[in-house]
């Protein structure tokens, strides 16, 4: 597709429920990025990709919260046990190497937790 | 820890006026300084990217400079429209991921 792509644009949890988020990077575009943007704030780093290899996952607020990239192209965003905490938009990123480069965001998923 | 500060963190113009958004930034490590625009309920739109070798960039209306030694951005926009009302953030390119502002939020007042 010609932009990021990210599903479900929408979500509404129960608390304890588990939840997978979607992103379909811009294609050709090796480094994949989540992040995580609380109301009134700006997005804060989760993840990130480099094609299937998951080489910084230091922003990732509990062992909850799982991401995977398995051919490279399309990640899943995994919460397990939603925490009405895990209530924010969910952005993805993508860009193509060198560092430097511009990076691409997608819509974004707006996960609330009740 | 990388911090991005980015004031006022709330501004109102009438149409027509020029002005100017601010972000300062800790880390001189700097691979890049990129501008978004966000709109409620949307993702981020990328307006310009300065890369760290670079002083400024221009598109259209949009003027953003880079100021390393001093850890300073700014968004310059030129004869301001109301659909240039949004949230403005700036961010923060180091060797993998952004470091992000809270952005200022922008209305141009008909």
């Known amino acids: 597709g010609a932009g990021v792509s990210q599903s479900p644009r929408y979500k509404v949890a129960k608390r304890g429920q588990d939840v997978a988020l979607r992103c379909d990077p811009i294609?050709?575009?090796?480094?994949l990025f989540w992040y995580q943007q609380a109301l009134g704030q700006g997005p804060e780093f989760l993840t990130y990709f480099q094609n299937e290899a998951q080489l910084d996952k230091s922003g990732l607020p509990s062992d909850r919260f799982f991401a995977e990239r398995p051919e490279g192209s399309v990640s899943t965003l995994k919460i397990q046990r939603t925490q009405q905490e895990d209530s924010a938009v969910y952005l993805c990123?993508?860009?193509?190497?060198?560092?430097?480069?511009?990076?691409?965001f997608g819509q974004g998923t707006r996960l609330t937790v009740v | 820890k990388q911090e991005v500060t980015q004031i006022p963190a709330a501004l109102s113009v009438p149409e027509g006026e020029n002005l100017v958004l601010n972000c300062s930034f800790t880390?001189?490590?700097?691979?890049?300084l990129q501008w978004f625009r966000q709109d409620p309920g949307k993702g981020l739109t990328s307006l310009l990217l300065i890369q760290s070798s670079q002083r400024e960039q221009t598109s259209g209306r949009l003027n953003a400079s880079l100021d390393k030694s001093s850890g300073r951005s700014t968004l310059y926009i030129a004869a301001s429209q109301p659909g240039d009302s949004a949230t403005y953030l700036c961010?923060?390119?180091?060797?993998?991921?952004?470091?992000f502002g809270k952005g200022t939020k922008l209305t141009v007042n008909p």
């Open positions: 294609s050709g575009h090796v480094s």
């Open positions: 990123a993508s860009s193509f190497p060198p560092r430097g480069t511009e990076a691409f």
């Open positions: 961010a923060q390119g180091g060797s993998e991921k952004l470091v």
């Open positions: 880390d001189s490590a700097i691979y890049n």
